[in-house]
């Protein structure tokens, strides 16, 4: 059997930065190898984290992507943009696509990544009502908000809050739903989220919470939404940011082990041994400073700190691009108010949100 059909062809499903990161480190150590990158999505690989400053303002569409189309060619990465790869047969070694054409691969990666879960309201199909998951997404979202839309964004999450402030400052009137009983409800306690719904407000960002959403309300197309308490907010879109769900179907039609992600051991294999999975499935979610490792410790350290009454502090970097801080800027949240991180890397401000809240939960600074 030549090289070419026993260990050469390498086949990635997922067109996000875990794909592209796979196909550039496989095309560093292997030159000779066969890469074929996979996308359902019809642009070029693009950076998702950058959409909310894309949809900002900040950030021009050409600069979100991270490789031209010459990057491909000259990199000898075959890239299949607009598939759909609909399983994978994992004893055969081979993917089928959605027109029915088969692949077969030596080793594969997914990298498929995790897609919007959008609670069953009634009238979630309506038209105008919208995720942020995509570049087609963001351009949707920036025509309607661009037309000074009546804008309501279901989910006062991270995400949530930055495509609500993105698209307030495209001219959107925009109001904020949070189901819970405060705005960042993973990272902030009740007194700190106090002080960022001021902060919040003063950009002319109303925010309704708690705020249970009832049903979308219209015809065709979203007219408003209705909450449970009555009240009937008018809406032209509907922002829905209420966290994502990793994309199983492929890791469970190829019989891999899953749980709320795919299981792979310290090298990414998973419990197929010619199948390497980068699903971020337990990672995936809009990130303080960007890091996984780090949010984890964060979101950690907030649930902990939810258990422990009494610490009335939290740090979080909510939207700096989009609420006007500078880029590698923090906003602290403490019982004395809002200020800032000084300029650092993102690195070095990882390590100061961290040992920032490390040392907090140690000593509260006052009772709430
Ligand atoms: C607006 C926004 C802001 C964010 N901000 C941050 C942040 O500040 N910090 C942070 O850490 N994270 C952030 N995130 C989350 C971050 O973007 C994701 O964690 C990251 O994109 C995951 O990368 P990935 O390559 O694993 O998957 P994805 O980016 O989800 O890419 C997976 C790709 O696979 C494709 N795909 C899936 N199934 C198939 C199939 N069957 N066939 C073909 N293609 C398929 C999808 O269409 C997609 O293109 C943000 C997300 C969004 C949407």
């Known amino acids: 059997m030549s090289q070419s059909s026993s260990d050469n062809r390498f086949i990635i499903i997922g067109g996000g930065i875990a794909g592209v990161s796979a196909a550039e480190a496989i095309r560093k150590s292997r030159p000779e190898a066969e890469i074929t990158l996979i996308s359902e999505e019809p642009n070029l690989p693009y950076m998702r ?127 904020v739903l949070e189901g819970l009983d405060w705005l960042l409800p993973r990272q902030l306690d009740a007194r700190a989220s106090a002080i960022l719904k001021e902060k919040i407000e003063a950009l002319g960002i109303k925010v309704i919470v708690p705020a249970m959403t009832k049903a979308l309300l219209g015809s065709e197309k979203v007219e408003s939404v209705a909450l449970a308490d009555g009240r009937v907010l008018p809406a032209d879109m509907v922002l829905v940011s209420t966290g994502v769900a990793s994309n199983l179907e492929l890791a469970q039609s190829a019989g891999l082990k899953v749980n709320r992600g795919v299981l792979v051991d310290e090298h990414m294999i998973t419990s197929d041994p010619d199948i390497l999975a980068a699903v971020a499935a337990l990672k995936d979610g809009p990130f303080c400073v960007g890091f996984a490792a780090e949010s984890e410790d964060l979101e950690r350290h907030g649930q902990e700190k939810r258990e422990r009454k009494g610490v009335p502090l939290l740090v979080a970097n909510i939207g700096h691009e989009t609420f006007g801080m500078d880029d590698n800027e923090l906003l602290l949240i403490d019982a004395n108010g809002s200020h800032r991180l000084p300029r650092a890397s993102k690195t070095e401000l990882a390590a100061a949100l961290v040992n920032e809240l490390a040392a907090r939960l140690v000593t509260p600074i006052a009772r709430s």
């Open 49 to 175: 984290m950058s959409l909310t400053r894309y949809l900002a303002g900040e950030v021009r569409r050409e600069k979100l992507f991270l490789h031209d189309e010459q990057w491909y060619l000259e990199n000898h990465i075959t890239l299949l943009l607009e598939t759909r790869v609909l399983a994978i047969d994992a004893p055969a070694k081979e993917i089928t696509l959605a027109d029915g054409a088969k692949l077969a691969y030596d080793k594969l990666i997914l990298a498929s990544g995790a897609n919007p879960r959008v609670p069953p309201f009634p009238g979630k199909d309506l038209k105008g009502v919208q995720t942020l998951r995509t570049l087609e997404d963001a351009d949707l979202i920036l025509e309607i908000a661009r037309k000074k839309a009546r804008v309501v964004c279901i989910g006062g999450g991270l995400l949530g809050l930055e495509a609500a402030g993105a698209v307030a400052r495209q001219g959107a009137d925009v109001t």
